[in-house]
T-cell receptor, first 110, second 113 residues
Framework: TQLLEQSPQFLSIQEGENLTVYCNSS?????LQWYRQEPGEGPVLLVT?????EVKKLKRLTFQFGDARKDSSLHITAAQPGDTGLYLC??????????FGGGTRLMVKP | EAGVAQSPRYKIIEKRQSVAFWCNPI?????LYWYQQILGQGPKLLIQ????????DSQLPKDRFSAERLKGVDSTLKIQPAKLEDSAVYLC???????????FGPGTRLLVL
């Protein structure tokens, strides 16, 4: 069974601060995705990273895939209250099945 | 374009009762997924359909859970009988094909008392 561990589980910060969320596994994934889920809604895909060492930027969000394709990080610069939500990483294996991490619940206070 | 539709949005039942959830995927999407998301955890895949055939149901508790997608479009997930530990959000997702980007519905929040 492939497991993805996310840290921290909870994060409460002030508006304007920076933060990093980590997603770690002992397994290699063909690709890794990051989702954001708001209360009462389903997860929404933010980005997919495929190549080891790949870095993708989405406005104030920077996503990195580890060189060995076992881990990933999400960095948010100058967080805003609108960034509040549950951030989920999900790894895709060779069978194209998604395995989700436990999530990081982020609260950004104004 | 309409997203994935799910109903009901909320359901409260007593243990040992039965419950059914419905999902209508995005039009034209061949692949449909049901996930279980327990509070504080990430979604766990229960079953995946490709058109009206099952691709993977290895994590579906088949003694009490069943799912069907008879005409390859909408799908139902049933729990019979429900247990307290089935309390969770049940998410439906669809994708154009196997392995492609998944689009999630809003989920059905189930509380078993």
């Amino acid at each position: 069974t492939q497991l993805l561990e996310q840290s921290p589980q909870f994060l409460s910060i002030q508006e304007g601060e920076n933060l990093t969320v980590y997603c770690n596994s002992s397994s290699v994934f063909s690709s890794l995705q990051w989702y954001r889920q708001e209360p009462g809604e389903g997860p929404v895909l933010l980005v997919t990273v495929v190549t080891g060492g790949e870095v993708k930027k989405l406005k104030r969000l920077t996503f990195q895939f580890g060189d060995a394709r076992k881990d990933s990080s999400l960095h948010i610069t100058a967080a805003q209250p609108g960034d509040t939500g549950l951030y989920l990483c999900a790894g895709k294996n060779s069978g194209n099945m998604l395995t989700f991490g436990g999530g990081t619940r982020l609260m950004v206070k104004p | 374009e309409a997203g994935v539709a799910q109903s009901p949005r909320y359901k409260i039942i007593e243990k040992r009762q039965s419950v059914a959830f419905w999902c209508n995927p995005i039009s034209g999407h061949a692949t449909l997924y049901w996930y279980q998301q327990i509070l504080g955890q990430g979604p766990k895949l229960l079953i995946q359909f490709q058109n009206n055939g099952v691709v993977d149901d290895s994590q579906l508790p088949k003694d009490r859970f069943s799912a069907e997608r008879l005409k390859g479009v909408d799908s139902t997930l049933k729990i019979q009988p429900a247990k307290l530990e089935d309390s969770a959000v049940y998410l439906c997702a669809s994708s154009p094909g196997h392995g492609e980007t998944q689009y999630f519905g809003p989920g059905t929040r189930l509380l078993v008392l």
